[in-house]
C-alpha cells in the first residue's frame, strides 16, 4: 500500500455557461474531503477539458453544464477521453440536468449524474468507493 | 524494472503525453518502482533550461508564467510548466488554480502543464518538483517553467530546481519588499516587477536597487530589474529575450550546479536513512516505549534520541570513536 497515493480530480466547465458557484463549491469540497482538485475555470473546450485531464493524470473527470448543452458537450468529452486510451478516468456530471436525460448520458459512459443539491460526502464517498477503476492502480486509502 | 514501468518510460520518450503524466504521477506518488524510473531518465536529462517563477502571493506570477509561455512557444521552444500550490495541512488536499491564469496556452496541447500540490514538509516538495524537472527535460522538452506557491520556505527551494530564478514584486505592497526580503532577494537572477501599469512602479525599482546596492554580491552579477505588465504587454518581449539569451549561453557545469548536486545527494541520503530508522524503530515497539518513558518524564527526549540510535551499529561505532 502507498500512503503517498493522492486521489487527483479535475473539475471542469464545458461550453458557453457562466455559472460557475456549483463547481467551485464541489471543488472546494473535495479539496476539505483530501482530494488534489485541479479547476479549469469557465467556458472550456472539450479538446481543452481531454487536455487538462491527460496531462494532469486525474483519477477523476467532474463536468458542471448548466447551459442544457450536457449532451453534446459530455459526448464530445467521453470521446475524446476514448480517443486517448483515457476511458479509465472516472466521469462524474453535475448541475442542470433534466432526469429524462440520465439514462443516455449513464449509457454515454458518464459513472455517475450529481444534479442540485447533492451533498459533498455523497460525491467523495462515491469516488473513494469507485476507485481505483483498473488492476494496475494502486490501493487508495483514506484521508489522514 | 517492472516491464510497464520501462514501456511507459520509453513512451514518454517518444513524445507520448498519457506516459510522460503517468510517469509523474508514479514518481509524485513515490509509488513502487519510482525510483528505477529515475534511474532510467537520469541519463536524458540536462539540456533543458529550467526557469523558476517566484514572488508573493498575488504577484502575477501565474498570469506572467502565462504569457512567458505564450512567447516562448511562438519562437518554437517546446515547453513544460510546473505549478506549485500549496496543500491543506488540515485534510491534505488542495485546490490547484493555476490553469485559471493560463488560459492562453491551455489551447496549445504540445505544452505541458502539471500543477503539483506540496503535499505537506514531509511530501518534500523540493524533490519532487526536481523529480518532475527531470521527467519533463528526458521528454524533450526545451524550457521547463516552475511557478511555486506564495511566500514561505519553497520559495527558496525553487532555486534548488532552477538553473534561473526570477523574483516578481508588486507596487502597492509597501510591504511587499519587506516580506520577501529575508533569503528571497539572495537567490533572484532577475527582479520583476509585475502590473508596472499600477502607479508606484518606479518606486519599487528604486527600492529593489536599493536593497541591491547593499549586497555583497561575490562576484555574482548583479540582478537586473525589469518592468512588466500583463495588462498592456510592457515589458514582455523585452523578458523573454533575455531569458532566450540565458538560456543559450548558459554553461552547463558551474559552481552553482555543483552545489544543487551536494545538496540533493545529502538529502536524499537524509531521507532514506530517515526511513530506514524509522522502519527499523517502529518493527520492535521500542519507539513506542520511548514515547511513553517521555511521556511520563522518566526520560528525556535528547537522551531517548541517543539511546534509539544506540541500537544500530554504525552509530555505536561513532560514538565510541568520539570517546
Known amino acids: ?144 | 524494472m517492472q516491464r510497464e514501468v520501462s514501456e511507459m518510460i520509453d513512451a514518454m520518450k517518444r513524445g507520448d503525453t498519457r506516459a510522460l503524466a503517468r510517469t509523474i504521477t508514479l514518481v509524485e506518488n513515490r509509488s513502487p518502482g519510482w525510483k528505477e524510473a529515475m534511474q532510467a531518465i537520469y541519463g536524458d536529462t540536462g539540456s533543458a533550461c529550467v526557469f523558476g517563477i517566484t514572488g508573493s502571493p498575488g504577484a502575477g506570477k501565474s498570469t506572467l508564467t502565462n504569457e512567458i509561455a505564450l512567447r516562448l512557444h511562438d519562437q518554437g521552444y517546446s515547453l513544460g510548466i510546473i505549478a506549485v500550490d500549496p496543500s491543506s495541512p488540515f485534510s491534505g488536499g488542495a485546490l490547484l488554480g493555476d490553469r485559471l491564469r493560463m488560459r492562453n496556452i491551455c489551447m496549445k496541447t504540445d505544452i505541458f502543464i502539471r500543477s503539483m500540490a506540496t503535499r505537506g514538509v514531509l511530501g518534500g516538495l523540493c524533490q519532487a518538483a526536481r523529480d518532475v524537472v527531470r521527467i519533463l527535460d528526458a521528454a524533450g522538452k526545451d524550457i521547463i517553467l516552475i511557478e511555486t506557491v506564495g511566500a514561505g520556505q519553497d520559495e527558496i527551494d525553487v532555486v534548488r530546481v532552477s538553473n534561473f530564478v526570477m523574483v516578481v514584486c508588486i507596487p502597492g505592497q509597501g510591504d511587499g519588499i519587506q516580506a520577501i526580503k529575508a533569503g528571497i532577494m539572495e537567490i533572484a537572477d532577475l527582479f520583476i516587477v509585475n502590473k508596472a501599469d499600477l502607479g508606484g512602479a518606479d518606486e519599487i525599482v528604486a527600492d529593489i536597487n536599493g536593497m541591491l546596492d547593499l549586497c555583497t554580491h561575490n562576484g555574482i552579477p548583479r540582478p537586473p530589474i525589469m518592468k512588466t505588465s500583463t495588462e498592456t504587454k510592457e515589458g514582455l518581449d523585452a523578458l523573454v529575450e533575455n531569458l532566450i539569451a540565458y538560456a543559450r549561453e548558459r554553461k552547463a557545469a558551474t559552481e552553482v550546479n555543483r552545489n544543487h548536486v551536494k545538496e540533493e545527494i545529502l538529502s536524499l541520503l537524509e531521507r532514506e536513512v530517515f526511513h530506514f530508522v524509522r522502519e527499523e524503530l517502529s518493527g520492535n515497539g521500542r519507539f513506542e516505549e520511548a514515547v511513553e518513558q517521555v511521556l511520563s518524564h522518566r526520560a528525556d527526549p535528547y537522551s531517548t534520541v541517543e539511546e534509539l540510535l544506540g541500537s544500530f551499529p554504525l552509530y555505536r561505532g561513532m560514538k565510541t570513536r568520539e570517546k
Open chain 1, 1 to 144: 500500500m502507498n500512503e503517498n497515493r493522492k486521489i487527483r480530480v479535475l473539475i471542469s466547465k464545458p461550453g458557453l455557461d457562466g455559472h460557475e458557484r456549483g463547481a467551485m463549491v464541489v471543488a472546494y469540497g473535495l479539496r476539505d474531503e483530501g482530494f488534489e482538485v485541479i479547476y479549469t475555470g469557465l467556458r472550456q473546450t472539450p479538446e481543452q477539458i481531454v487536455n487538462a485531464a491527460i496531462q494532469e493524470d486525474v483519477d477523476v473527470l467532474g463536468l458542471s453544464i448548466l447551459s442544457g448543452a450536457h449532451l453534446g458537450l459530455t459526448r464530445k468529452v467521453i470521446d475524446g477521453l476514448g480517443a486517448q486510451q483515457a476511458d479509465d478516468i472516472l466521469v462524474l456530471l453535475g448541475g442542470i440536468i433534466p432526469e429524462e436525460d440520465i439514462p443516455a448520458l449513464k449509457e454515454m459512459g458518464v459513472d455517475e449524474i450529481f444534479t442540485a443539491g447533492t451533498p459533498i460526502k455523497d460525491i467523495s464517498d462515491f469516488i473513494r468507493s469507485h476507485l481505483p477503476r483498473s488492476p494496475e492502480q494502486e490501493p487508495v486509502i483514506e484521508k489522514p
